[in-house]
Each structure stands twice: as structure tokens, then as C-alpha cells.
């Protein structure tokens, strides 16, 4: 800004005062704050205020007694009004006293940055409006040419200056409300027609010479420019007329200099051309050829596309007859080519010359060389891409833990930053350096997993400086040691990989072409090397956690496996007891209870399968144990029938769990006999049954008495709470989203994780506000100002401030006859709101929303329906009980509001829902009578 922007805030809140201090001090405004109205008052009598950002609220006065008396002094102050007490009532009185925008809090600092700019603009509008008019009013009444001002339509005197009377003889008042032709001021009214057509057809005239008739018969040359300009919602035109009768006498002698005018032309720093109607060149300054290389004699009379590279000349054929039509034109590329085979980019800014018929006869243009412009944008969008490569390159490296897909990782994304043919990535250990992975290497073999010694000088560059080493041509430097094959290399980077500062290995990129690379390569080699070798880091200590982890568990198996294997308690076990492979589903050792449960003794079972002894009764019992203990390793109680050797069918539990014995997996299967059992517990079950149903009737009715107390307690509490939360609470979020604005203008680089976190906030910060809303809405009365609407229009405002997500479809079928509703459209909206954000929800994976309307009798019913997973029916009774909700997040008042507030609007809410198809929410609205709203 050229001149400083002074910005006063008045609030009570210090951190609020700090926190957007900071923020428009970084936009370059001179802030200054206050915590009392009155301090405010005093400070802005001794300096101009350009905007002022008032609370509402204040110690000592109000926020819009402030204001009142802050433009009684400076008219031109713009107000913004802040407050997390918005009402109706305060909202109407800052319109009446000239606020000019009233925020809620907590805002988002974008759109109070982009109010306050607005508000500035308007404020400076308003001012160099004011001085526009007066400079206009000046400038037309004390040129010191001749101006007048007629009627478009009409053709008659509107205003004159004080030069028409003495140039024309004819007084303001013999002039106004009267025609030229009419005051006979035309010499020749060819002229005048001709003139006429000029402005009809270019709403404007420039240089057109005129012989005009004074009062006194007197004829005069005259040279005229005029426009078309808007006055008064008329249009009229606006002429400037200089008398050039005594210049024109003098032409000959400003023929005479017009060698002397060639030369300033050709000295000129820019470039000049003219073209004829065929594109062909007229004249060309000695700047045009100096910055091409030809000579005079080389271009004129010769096509300009001819001097353009290929590609170009369809280009001008396009656009050069566009020139001659509009007349100008700015700021038009092409690529030239030099006499000496090199390429220029030429910006054109140039106007059509016009002999005395206002027809084509040249154009003039000016030529700017712009290549080295050019070039800087080039080299600018190259390393925006440059950057944005690394930022998906990252992001790609920290996406998995694990050490072999960020090393195929590396490889993949390294191509993007920096192609090459073969790269290879070498980690440090025990004083050397293991090959971990490679891509495009010709005999992999050769390197992939073998050692080699770290000793090499330029490694040894690489731990001292930190820095890549580049070779152009390594065939031809001693340096380079040729492992695995690699005579085919000529181009060579070698990168370091860095965390912390400490060297954990190197990274080599090969490419077949001498000079393949260059520092710029190299850098961006550097910082992809320092996210890798982070991601490389990272995956390293969660690998070794990992095998620490599964080395505990086998030392801790193999503990068990060994005591349960050789404890008698196995043999001697109340319990039937089976070992068997996974593999082959041989059993290897029972117990006596086995061989007294099955019959089959235990050389009969041993190294024999439960296919082979025929021991299900059900043969699909055996592949669902068997598909159980594959993907959850154990199994619990599973309970079937067997077949004993005597043909016997049995009922038991089977529990079998992967147990180690010797290095080797077996199942351990324990099966307890249930036969008698089951036989007994289908006796109980039937005595129990009715017990069962009476007391799970009583707890229900218990469990709903209870929630409902504690939901009466919860209201009781927040109806004392919701008062005062919203002045206490929304002060410390917009100190919140302040912060983080500030974090993010300060900190734009920073990395991923810090700004999750930042995002973190920004959401939970405006979550907070959400649920202070909520409070706030249910806790106090509602004032209904209800009034006549379409119900499509407010389906309209209701989707486009909740836009539906991605994969779910929304269908709005509402007749266009339908009767307006006779409701508060806010109320209205805030409650299809809430139901559009719910069915959002309960389609997680994707579906369909439908609108839908209709009029029954005098109410219209706006249906929301979706086909998300629907409600459960001990939950439908509960739906619009304050504080009752189903989510983790959420404090169930969004559909008791919804009630609330249809409700208040002479209407009602029904809900239909199937689990797993999707619910139905219908809200009932009066129609609107016609004696309420024409």
C-alpha cells in the first residue's frame, strides 16, 4: 500500500486483540487496540481511521455507541461489527448507523481479511468518486478547449464551457436544449453525417476535423475527439473541440520536420512496425532491426509471417484480422525468428491507422522483447513443479513402514524427480556398505545384497561435505569403481542419505549420457536423498521393533509349547486332548480321554487323520474348523458331532489353539463331551424362556426410565450452562483459528505432520462452534419470523451449503405448482440441514438422497429420504430426545432441534426407517394462504 492503512480494534479480549494484531500487521495495515471504547474514541480524534473492528459487547459502552460516535467524527470510517451474541435486533441497528458488515465469531480470517479490503475499496471509492466529479466538473468548465455535451438520442446541447460562447458567439443560454443544425454550425453537412456514423458505429471519435460557422458567419477548422458516456442513466456524448484553423496553416511547416521526427523514431528504445492490409511491412524503426538483425532492405514489402518460426504463421493469420476489426490490440506473442537462425518472444501492443473515410491504412505497433521474461516464468513454473514432485515424492516415501516398499518406493519416485537408467540405494553397516535395492541394473546379482567397502573417496566426499558428487563422464574418472557391470555408465550422481545429521548410506543414480546431470539435478537429488533417507530411517527402527517383538513371542511359545508338550497334565486331563499338524492335519499325540471319548485307541489314531478315522458325523464341520483356525490361528468352543468307532454320534466342544513344539506348528485341540449336557440345558432353556423374556421387559423398562432421568438431569444443566457459553466460548475459538491462520501464513513449507496437526485444530476448533450453536439454539426461545417461501428454493440453499459427498447421488423432485410454505426460512433451512448432514452420515460407503414434495389438505410435506444403514427399532422412539444420539462424535441435539424448530413453525416431523434400507424423514409445513402473502 503506498499510503499506511490505519486499523483501530475494539475488544475486551486480549488474546483476539493480539492474535489479529499480528495477522493485519502481516497484510501491511497500522494497527492499533483498544480494550475500552472511550481509549478508542480519544486516540481516533488525533488520527484517521480507515476501518474499525468493534465488539458488541464492551466495558465502558456498547459496540454501536462506539460506532455512532466514531462516524459522527470521521464520516469515512468503515465499521465491521464482531460478536458472539448476533441477534435480529443488534444486526438491524448496525445497518441503521452505517456499520458496513456485521460478523458472528468465531470467523474465518480469510473472509474478515477480504471484508476489511472490501471495506477499504469502498471507502477509496467513495472518495476518488467525490474527486472524480469535482475534478470533471473542474476540468469541463476551465478547459481550455472547447467542450460540450449533448443528448445521444435527441442530437441536443445538454452543457457547454465557458470557451464555446467565445469560440462560437452564441451564449449558454442560446445554446442549450437547441441542435447544431439548428444554430446552423455546420459548413458542410457531409461532415456532420460523417462524423455521426463514426460515433453510431465506435461509440467514439478521435482526431476527425470538422469546418464549423460561428454566430457571426465566420468558418473555422476544428479538430474534434468525443465518447460516448453515461449520464444521468441517459447516454450522451461528450466533445472536445480545438480550433486548428491557424494550425492547419502551419502543417506545412510540420511537414518539414518530419525528418528530424524519424530520427527520434529510430533512436526510440522500443520497437516499431507497420503493416499494410495484407500483412506486408510498411516501415520498421532501426530498434525493430537491431533486435532482429536484418536490414531495411530485408523486410519492407515482405509478409510478417515470413520472419515468424513455424508453428506461428496460422497464429497471425488468425489474429491479424481481428486487429483491423477491433481497431487495437495489447500485449500479443509471437515467436520471431533472427537473421542469425535464433528465436526472440515479442510481446505487440498496437492500433490501426485510419486515413480521412475512416478506412484501414496501416497499422502501428510496438514491439517488446520478451524473452528473458519468458524464460524467468519458464524457470519459475519448473521449479513449482520441481516442488510439487518432492511433495508427492514424500508423501509416497512415509506411506508404508515397511523397509522394501519404501526402498521400491524410493526407486519408483526418484524417475520422477531425476530420470536415470539404473540408480542404486547402499546402507551402512559394520563399516561397509550393503547394496539394499536397485532398479535397472544390468546384473543385479552382481550387486543387490553384497557388501562393499566404504573407503571409496568419493563417499568419503560425500560423509565430510554432505554434499552429492557429480561426474560427467565416470569412464573417465579414476574415482568411480565399477561394480556389477556398470562399463554402460557415463553420466553419475551420488547423493548422500542423511537423518540427523548422522550419514546412514549413499544413494547412486547412473544415466548412459556424458553430462547427464547438473547442480540442478543434484539439489533436488539432495532433498529428495533427505526425505528418503528419513522414510528409510523410520522403517528401519519399525522392522527391528517388529522382529524384537516376534522374537519375544517365539521365545514365549516355544516356554509354553514345551510345558504343555511335556506336562502329564496332557496325558492325565479330564478332558479329551488332540495334537495334530497344520500341514498335513496328522494327529501326532492324544490323551486317554481321546481314546475313551472316540473308541479308537491311541496306535489307531496316531499318525492317522480325523478323515481317515471317519470322526465327523458332519464331514462341513471339519472344513469350517479347519477354515476358523486358518484365519484366526485358534478356535473357542466350537461345538458338532463326532462319530465314535461304534458308529455313535456324540456332541461336543472342540477349542483348539497353534501351539510350538520343537521349532514346529500344531494345533492343540481340547473336546469335552456334551452329549448329557445338551440334553439338560434344552430342559432349562424351555423352563427359563418365560423368566427370561419377564426380566429382560423389566430391565428394558428400567435402562429407559434411567436414560431418560439422566437425559432431564443433563437439560436442567444445560439450560443453566447455555446462557453465558456462547460470549465465554467463542472469544477463545477465534483466538484459536487466528493462531492457526498465523501458523500457516508464517510456517507455508512446514511438514506434513505439523500440518495435520494445524488442520486438526482449524476442524475441532470449528466443530466446537458448531456444538455452541446447537446449545445455544435449543436453550433459547425462538423468535419465528415466518413469511411465504418456495420450498424448491430452500432445497436449493439447504444442498448447496451442505454438498453431498463423494459417491452419494442427489435427487430434488419437487413439482413446480407446489404452494409456498408460511414459515422462518432460516428455522426451516437449519432443520433440512440437520437431516441432509445425518443421511450424509448414514451413507458412509455412498448412496442416494432424495427430495421430495407434496401438498395434503393445507400442509406441504417435504420427504428426505435415504438408503443409508437406517435405525434400529428400540431407537426410532428415542430419535428427537434432546442429548440422545448414536454417533461418537455429537452431542444429540441436531434432530431434537429440527423438531424444535418445525414445530415452532405450526408443523411436525414423522420418520420411517428399516435397518439396512435406508430412513425417511417427513417435515408437515402450512401452505401458505394467499391473504398472508400478496
Not at 499506511?4 to 483476539?16: A, E, G, K, R
Not at 495334537?579 to 486317554?592: A, F, K, M, Q
Request: with cysteine.
Amino acid at each position: 500500500m503506498s499510503n499506511p492503512v490505519h486499523i483501530i480494534i475494539v475488544d475486551d479480549d486480549v488474546n483476539l486483540r493480539k492474535t489479529l494484531e499480528i495477522l493485519l500487521k502481516r497484510s501491511d495495515f497500522v494497527v492499533n487496540t483498544f480494550g475500552k471504547g472511550q481509549e478508542a474514541l480519544e486516540w481516533s480524534g488525533k488520527e484517521e481511521v480507515a476501518v474499525a473492528l468493534v465488539d458488541l459487547r464492551l466495558e465502558d459502552m456498547s459496540g454501536l455507541e462506539l460506532i455512532r460516535e466514531l462516524k459522527s467524527c470521521q464520516p469515512d470510517t468503515e465499521c465491521i461489527l464482531m460478536t458472539g451474541h448476533a441477534s435480529q435486533t443488534s444486526a438491524i441497528d448496525a445497518v441503521n448507523i452505517g456499520v458496513y458488515s456485521y460478523l458472528e465469531k468465531p470467523y474465518h480470517m480469510p473472509q474478515l481479511l477480504l471484508t476489511i479490503r472490501r471495506a477499504i475499496e469502498k471507502r477509496e471509492a467513495s472518495r476518488a468518486l467525490r474527486v472524480s466529479e469535482d475534478r470533471f466538473s473542474r476540468i469541463f468548465k476551465s478547459s481550455p478547449d472547447v467542450m460540450t455535451l449533448f443528448d445521444a438520442e435527441s442530437g441536443r446541447f445538454t452543457e457547454v464551457n465557458q470557451k464555446w460562447e467565445a469560440f462560437s458567439g452564441y451564449s449558454r443560454d442560446e445554446t442549450i436544449g437547441r441542435t447544431a443544425v439548428e444554430l446552423n454550425l455546420y459548413a458542410d453537412l457531409s461532415e456532420r453525417q460523417a462524423a455521426l456514423d463514426i460515433m453510431q458505429k465506435q461509440r467514439s471519435i478521435q482526431g476527425f476535423k470538422l469546418r464549423l460557422c460561428t454566430k457571426f458567419g465566420e468558418e473555422r477548422l476544428v479538430l474534434i475527439n468525443g465518447e460516448t458516456v453515461e449520464i444521468n442513466q441517459g447516454v450522451g456524448w461528450l466533445f472536445t473541440l480545438r480550433d486548428i484553423t491557424e494550425q492547419d496553416r502551419a502543417e506545412t511547416a510540420l511537414r518539414e520536420s518530419e525528418e528530424r521526427f524519424r530520427a527520434l523514431y529510430d533512436r526510440m528504445p522500443l520497437g516499431y512496425q507497420s503493416l499494410d492490409a495484407q500483412g506486408c511491412f510498411i516501415d520498421v524503426n532501426q530498434t525493430w532491426l537491431d533486435m532482429l538483425g536484418y536490414s531495411r532492405g530485408e523486410v519492407i514489402g515482405q509478409w510478417f509471417g515470413d520472419f515468424l518460426i513455424p508453428g506461428q504463421v496460422e497464429l497471425f493469420k488468425e489474429r491479424f484480422p481481428r486487429l483491423k476489426e477491433r481497431g487495437e490490440t495489447h500485449n500479443v506473442e509471437f515467436e520471431m525468428r533472427r537473421k542469425d537462425g535464433s528465436h526472440v518472444i515479442i510481446a505487440f501492443d498496437g492500433r490501426v491507422g485510419y486515413d480521412e473515410h475512416m478506412q484501414f491504412k496501416q497499422t502501428h505497433c510496438i514491439l517488446t522483447d520478451i524473452t528473458e521474461r519468458k524464460q524467468a516464468e519458464e524457470a519459475l513454473r519448473r521449479r513449482t513443479h520441481e516442488a510439487e514432485v518432492l511433495r508427492q515424492a514424500a508423501a509416497s516415501l512415509t506411506s508404508s513402514l515397511d523397509l522394501n516398499q519404501v526402498l521400491d518406493s524410493l526407486l519408483s519416485q526418484l524417475a520422477q524427480v531425476v530420470p536415470y537408467d539404473s540408480a542404486t540405494v547402499f546402507l551402512l553397516q559394520n563399516e561397509q556398505l550393503l547394496a539394499v535395492a536397485g532398479r535397472g541394473l544390468p546384473f543385479p546379482e552382481k550387486v543387490i545384497g553384497l557388501l562393499f567397502p566404504d573407503g571409496n573417496e568419493l563417499f568419503d566426499a560425500m560423509r565430510k561435505t554432505g554434499r552429492p558428487q557429480i561426474i560427467s563422464d565416470v569412464q573417465k574418472d579414476p574415482r568411480f569403481q565399477k561394480w556389477g557391470g556398470t562399463d554402460y555408465v557415463r553420466g553419475w550422481i551420488g547423493v548422500p542419505l542423511i537423518v540427523r545429521s548422522e550419514l546412514i548410506g549413499r544413494l547412486t543414480i547412473d544415466s548412459r549420457q556424458v553430462n547427464a546431470y547438473n547442480e540442478t539435478d543434484a539439489k533436488l537429488a539432495l532433498a529428495f536423498a533427505n526425505q528418503a533417507a528419513a522414510a528409510i530411517q523410520n522403517a528401519r527402527l519399525y522392522e527391528q521393533a517388529q522382529r524384537e517383538i516376534v522374537e519375544r513371542k517365539q521365545t514365549e511359545d516355544k516356554l509354553r509349547a514345551s510345558e504343555e508338550r511335556f506336562s502329564a497334565a496332557f496325558h492325565f486331563s479330564p478332558i479329551a486332548g488332540a495334537i495334530y499338524r497344520p500341514s498335513d492335519g496328522r494327529l501326532v499325540d492324544v490323551n486317554e480321554v481321546f481314546v475313551k471319548t472316540t473308541g479308537y485307541t491311541r496306535d489307531e489314531s496316531i499318525g492317522h487323520t480325523t478323515d481317515e478315522l471317519n470322526l465327523y458325523a458332519d464331514p462341513e464341520d471339519r472344513a469350517r474348523i479347519g477354515q476358523i483356525l486358518r484365519e484366526r490361528g485358534s478356535l473357542e468352543n466350537f461345538e458338532f458331532g463326532i462319530r465314535r468307532k461304534s458308529g455313535e454320534i456324540a456332541i461336543v466342544l472342540d477349542s483348539a489353539r497353534l501351539i510350538d513344539i520343537g521349532g514346529e506348528k500344531h494345533y492343540l485341540s481340547s473336546i469335552l463331551d456334551i452329549t448329557e449336557r445338551k440334553h439338560a440345558e434344552e430342559e432349562i432353556r424351555n423352563l427359563n424362556s418365560e423368566l427370561e423374556q419377564r426380566v429382560e421387559a423389566r430391565t428394558r423398562d428400567l435402562r429407559e426410565a434411567q436414560e431418560k432421568l439422566v437425559r432431564q438431569e443433563r437439560l436442567a444443566v444445560l439450560g443453566q450452562l447455555a446462557g453465558g457459553v456462547g460470549h465465554e466460548l467463542r472469544n477463545p475459538l477465534t483466538v484459536i483459528l487466528n493462531a492457526i491462520y498465523y501458523l500457516r501464513l508464517i510456517q507455508p513449507d512446514t511438514e506434513d505432520k505439523i500440518g495435520q496437526y494445524h488442520s486438526i485444530i482449524e476442524q475441532e476448533a470449528h466443530t466446537a462452534e458448531k456444538i455452541i450453536n446447537d446449545l445455544l439454539d435449543f436453550a433459547r426461545s425462538q423468535v419465528v419470523d415466518r413469511e411465504p417461501m418456495a420450498v424448491s428454493e430452500m432445497v436449493q440453499r439447504v444442498l448447496e451449503h451442505h454438498p453431498a459427498p463423494l459417491f452419494v447421488d442427489v435427487v430434488v423432485d419437487i413439482p413446480p405448482d407446489l404452494p409456498l410454505v408460511f414459515a422462518d426460512p432460516h428455522q426451516v433451512g437449519q432443520a433440512l440441514g440437520n437431516l441432509v448432514v445425518n443421511a450424509y452420515q448414514a451413507m458412509p460407503d455412498g448412496g442416494k438422497l432424495t427430495f421430495s414434495a407434496v401438498m395434503i389438505g393445507e400442509m406441504v410435506t417435504i420427504a428426505v429420504a435415504d438408503t443409508g444403514s437406517g435405525i434400529s427399532r428400540e431407537n426410532m422412539g428415542k430419535l428427537f430426545e434432546p442429548l440422545f444420539t448414536t454417533k461418537a462424535k455429537g452431542i444429540g441435539l441436531g434432530l431434537a432441534l429440527s423438531k424444535k424448530f418445525v414445530e415452532a413453525n405450526g408443523g411436525r416431523i414423522e420418520v420411517q426407517s428399516e435397518l439396512g434400507k435406508g430412513s425417511v424423514f417427513t417435515v408437515w409445513l402450512p401452505a401458505s394462504k394467499e391473504m398472508e402473502w400478496t
